[in-house]
């Protein structure tokens, strides 16, 4: 792992030269762009992610989301309307999916 400097700002009127000197001296076999841990390049080792985890992420934060407001979902509309709902954006999502398919192997997708 990479060891970044904390960075400070001043004013090398401020400092004196041999304080700015040995500053100079001490960063320089520091990275010369300190922002480069936030937000590593792709190819990069020091990105743990791969196709899997990232679906697994994604996939939780959905299902996560609905999860902590299906409660809230119900106390606010009651259970036979928010089961209508329910029941209805199932049917809808279905037909969404079968038209993607569909459109899917019109346009010449994989089959």
Do not use: W
């Amino acid at each position: 792992m990479k060891n970044y400097q904390s960075i400070s700002i001043t004013n090398e009127n401020e400092v004196p030269d041999e304080q700015l000197e040995s500053i100079n001296n001490n960063n320089c076999n520091c990275n010369d762009h300190p922002e480069d841990h936030l937000a590593p390049s792709f190819d990069s080792t020091e990105r743990p992610s791969n196709l899997f985890v990232g679906t697994f992420n994604l996939i939780a934060t959905i299902v996560g989301g609905a999860v902590l407001s299906l409660p809230i979902a119900f106390q606010k509309c009651g259970i036979a309307f928010t089961t209508l709902a329910m029941i209805l954006s199932t049917y809808m999502t279905y037909n969404s999916l079968v038209m993607l398919c569909y459109c899917s192997r019109r346009g010449g997708g994989s089959r």
